[in-house]
């Protein structure tokens, strides 16, 4: 759905880098879901966070992943020293309040990691 | 914890004929929601249908319906009229309704729709 903005849509890194990726939700929608779909694959769910407010990380790893909504602002997926095996699309989608049925997606974001 | 199962291979289907994609699921939870999402070469995820757990009826939208079988654990779409434009991966997808509630996908199908 056009309402969610993610940016960059692709984003090349070299190993080691760092990768920021951003995601506006639709306005109004304060929770915010990211997922990623590695080729070939369905999308996996990496973390929940509501303003400022991280509520489920469970699908995220806990090394060099961190993600955040602050009270102003996208939210912000960053991935530090990123390797080969990051290269993927991330998906970012947004709802009003938690029934993710709601939810739409963003574009996503094509990593790849060279 | 919750399960999508897609299994087929690559389907074919002429077009302006109907297709049907399997799904199945498997969860504990009484309350759900099922979803299937459409995802052209564009890459984005486009969301087509909701079937709740508890909806006595299948869902229908447009040329897209849902044949729910709960007893079955089963959540096949059917696409009718097929256009080239329905060329794609689709998802099927179970949310468990509540609190922290996230989507869980399965593998996709790839749908090829022929002239």
């Known amino acids: 759905n056009a309402g969610v903005m993610q940016n960059p849509r692709h984003l090349v890194r070299r190993r080691g880098q760092e990768a920021r990726l951003r995601c506006s939700p639709m306005k109004g929608h304060s929770h915010v879901y990211w997922y990623r779909q590695l080729p070939e694959e369905g999308l996996k769910f990496m973390v929940y966070l509501q303003k400022e407010n991280i509520i489920d990380e469970s699908g995220m790893p806990k090394e060099r992943f961190s993600a955040e909504f602050p009270k102003e602002g996208p939210s912000i997926l960053r991935i530090q020293q990123v390797v080969r095996g990051d290269s993927a699309a991330y998906f970012c989608a947004s709802s009003p309040g938690q029934a993710l049925g709601e939810a739409f997606f963003g574009q996503g974001t094509r990593l790849t990691v060279v | 914890a919750q399960k999508i199962t897609q299994t087929q291979p690559g389907m074919f289907v002429q077009e302006k004929e109907a297709v049907t994609l399997d799904c199945t699921y498997d969860t504990s939870d009484p309350s759900y929601g099922l979803f299937w999402y459409k995802q052209p070469s564009s890459g984005e995820m486009i969301f087509l249908i909701y079937q709740g757990s508890y909806d006595q009826q299948n869902a229908t939208e447009g040329r897209y319906s849902l044949n729910f079988q709960k007893a079955r654990k089963s959540a096949n779409l059917v696409i009718s009229a097929s256009q080239l434009g329905d060329s794609a991966m689709y998802f099927c997808?179970?949310?468990?309704?509540?609190?922290?509630?996230?989507?869980?996908f399965g593998k996709g199908i790839t749908l090829s729709v022929r002239p």
């Open positions: 997808a179970i949310l468990r309704t509540g609190a922290n509630s996230k989507l869980t």
